[in-house]
């Protein structure tokens, strides 16, 4: 992707590379680049042109790969985590990255 983008005339066209990640736990949205945690939980919008979206996710922009492994390590550290049966540090939520 990155290298793509060099290769690109950028008198021409601007590329912007941007990274969000999210988690869905007990039907609530947070933001996983965001280590406070919303009470209640982020709304999901839908806008006629965009599409869904949640409001307030923090929206980064990335140069490189390394900035986006980053970026996913700091997200993991802020996901939720609790002890089950068969696992002291499972996740039953569902993490996206966009």
Do not use: W
């Amino acid at each position: 992707l990155f290298k793509g983008i060099e290769a690109i005339d950028q008198d021409k066209v601007v590329c912007e590379v941007t990274f969000s990640m999210l988690e869905i736990y007990n039907e609530q949205v947070q933001d996983l680049l965001n280590a406070t945690k919303e009470r209640g939980g982020m709304k999901v919008r839908q806008h006629p042109k965009k599409g869904f979206y949640v409001d307030g996710l923090r929206v980064v922009p990335v140069q490189n790969f390394r900035e986006i492994e980053d970026r996913i390590e700091e997200g993991t550290r802020n996901r939720t985590i609790a002890a089950t049966n068969m696992n002291a540090t499972s996740s039953r939520a569902h993490t996206i990255v966009c």
